[in-house]
T-cell receptor, first 110, second 115 residues
Framework: KQEVTQIPAALSVPEGENLVLNCSFT??????LQWFRQDPGKGLTSLLL?????REQTSGRLNASLDKSSGRSTLYIAASQPGDSATYLC?????????FGAGTTVTVRA | EAGVAQSPRYKIIEKRQSVAFWCNPI?????LYWYQQILGQGPKLLIQ????????DSQLPKDRFSAERLKGVDSTLKIQPAKLEDSAVYLC?????????????FGSGTRLTVV
């Protein structure tokens, strides 16, 4: 059974600082890994998708890396803004099933 | 395109009562998912439909939860009778096909409180 862990559970940084969010998973036989953002009272918004054959994906200020052999992914958010405050969830896909971590709640202080 | 629609947004019920949630996926999406997200945890898959057939319901507590997707379009998730531990956000998601990666679109969810 796939177990996904996200550390830390919460993070508070001043505006402008770079964010580093970690995700680890136990079963490395994954199809892909996806990072989502969840705002309070809202659904999940997909941020980045990394296929199992890829090492990283970038979109604007966001960069996600994947080390499948060690079961780890990292999401980097450059030059954080108050609008980046949200919960970030990591999800890995095995056999058409998506397994989520518990998320990291980020607060960016103005 | 319109997103995944869910209703109601919030529901408060007493334990042992019944409740139903509704989801309308993105038009043309063959696959529909129901997830349960307990506070402080990641979403957990309850059931997955491909058109109107069930692909995976291994984590659905079938003694109290039921779901249907008639005509392969919208879906209803029911809990009867509800327990305190059912308090959670119920998220619906859809994708064009369960074999396509990264194609999940989530609704805003229904927040259920059982008192």
């Amino acid at each position: 059974k796939q177990e996904v862990t996200q550390i830390p559970a919460a993070l508070s940084v001043p505006e402008g600082e770079n964010l580093v969010l970690n995700c680890s998973f136990t079963d490395s036989a994954i199809y892909n890994l996806q990072w989502f953002r969840q705002d309070p009272g809202k659904g999940l918004t997909s941020l980045l998708l990394i296929q199992s054959s890829q090492r990283e994906q970038t979109s604007g200020r966001l960069n996600a890396s994947l080390d499948k052999s060690s079961g780890r992914s990292t999401l980097y958010i450059a030059a954080s803004q108050p609008g980046d405050s949200a919960t970030y969830l990591c999800a890995v896909r095995n056999d058409y099933k998506l397994s989520f971590g518990a998320g990291t709640t980020v607060t960016v202080r103005a | 395109e319109a997103g995944v629609a869910q209703s109601p947004r919030y529901k408060i019920i007493e334990k042992r009562q019944s409740v139903a949630f509704w989801c309308n996926p993105i038009s043309g999406h063959a696959t529909l998912y129901w997830y349960q997200q307990i506070l402080g945890q990641g979403p957990k898959l309850l059931i997955q439909f491909q058109n109107n057939g069930v692909v995976d319901d291994s984590q659905l507590p079938k003694d109290r939860f039921s779901a249907e997707r008639l005509k392969g379009v919208d879906s209803t998730l029911k809990i009867q009778p509800a327990k305190l531990e059912d308090s959670a956000v119920y998220l619906c998601a859809s994708s064009p096909n369960h074999a396509l990666p990264g194609s999940y679109t989530f609704g805003s969810g229904t927040r259920l409180t059982v008192v």
